[in-house]
């Protein structure tokens, strides 16, 4: 079992960056593939990016170029560089961890507002 604790979020100004952080604890992180998710207000939550254990990572497509996902496993967590932020992007942003055989782990969400 893996727990979960999102960081980084907050208020920012349209075109401003934010670094979110999931620190992971409990379990080997480094055999667990990430990822990120969001959810905005009314929207169901949908798919940011994910790294796997081996590193590979891939987008939503429309943030493909504005936002990179990264690990660093010898601190046992996962990175989420969101930058050229919009308005549309604000939402709770969520942790996710999957283990080799299937079994999901969720964070409780970090606020990201986007606003001037």
């Known amino acids: 079992q893996v727990q979960l604790v999102e960081s980084g979020g907050g208020l920012v100004q349209p075109g401003g960056s934010l670094r979110l952080s999931c620190a992971a604890s409990?379990?080997?992180?480094?055999?667990?593939?990430m990822g990120w998710y969001r959810q905005a207000p009314g929207k169901q939550r949908e798919f940011v990016a994910r790294?796997?254990?081996?590193?590979?990572?891939n987008y939503a497509g429309s943030l493909k170029g504005r936002f990179t996902i990264s690990r660093d496993n010898a601190k046992n967590t996962v990175y989420l560089q969101m930058n050229s932020l919009k308005p549309e992007d604000t939402a709770v942003y969520y942790c996710?961890?999957?283990?080799?055989?299937?079994?999901?782990?969720w964070g409780q969400g970090t606020q990201v507002t986007v606003s001037s």
């Open positions: 996710n961890a999957e283990h080799p055989r299937g079994r999901e782990y």
């Open positions: 409990g379990s080997i992180f480094s055999i667990y593939d």
């Open positions: 790294i796997t254990s081996d590193g590979i990572t």
